[in-house]
Each structure stands twice: as structure tokens, then as C-alpha cells.
């Protein structure tokens, strides 16, 4: 699977440990990198979670970037 890198630039990371980052692929969909969710955040989304999903956290300002340039 082909991946383009869209992560908005002031949100990259110059090295390779924790960082957010929003990947567009071939097949029409996004990749999302982000921080697990907290034991109590994971609580507020209870029951919404499929056994083959994981649920990830990013900055607001991430998404809010890509939107506008979209």
C-alpha cells in the first residue's frame, strides 16, 4: 500500500519517536499516528469500539490544518 505523507508541516517531527502524522493512501483513506487514549478518555468512548479498531488521539490543530488546505 502507497502512502502520501499529509501531515501539516508545523506539526512534523524531525525524529522518529511520538509523533502525529496523517498518511493518505492509494485506496481513498487515511492512516492516522497518534497517542493512546487514556484509561479515562478509553472510558468515554465505551462501547464504540470495535474488537478491530484501536481509538488514538491527535492535536485538534492537526486536523483543522489539513481541513483548510483541502
Known amino acids: 500500500m502507497k502512502m502520501k505523507d499529509i501531515t501539516p508541516a508545523n506539526f512534523v517531527c ?13 485506496e481513498g483513506t487515511y492512516v492516522i499516528i497518534g497517542k493512546k487514549l487514556s484509561d479515562s478518555a478509553l472510558k468515554a468512548v465505551e462501547g464504540r469500539v470495535a474488537e478491530d479498531e484501536f481509538v488514538i488521539e491527535v492535536p485538534k490543530g492537526m486536523i483543522d490544518e489539513i481541513k483548510k488546505a483541502a
Not at 14 to 26: G, K
Open 14 to 26: 524531525h525524529t522518529s519517536t511520538c509523533c502525529p502524522a496523517v498518511l493518505e493512501t492509494e
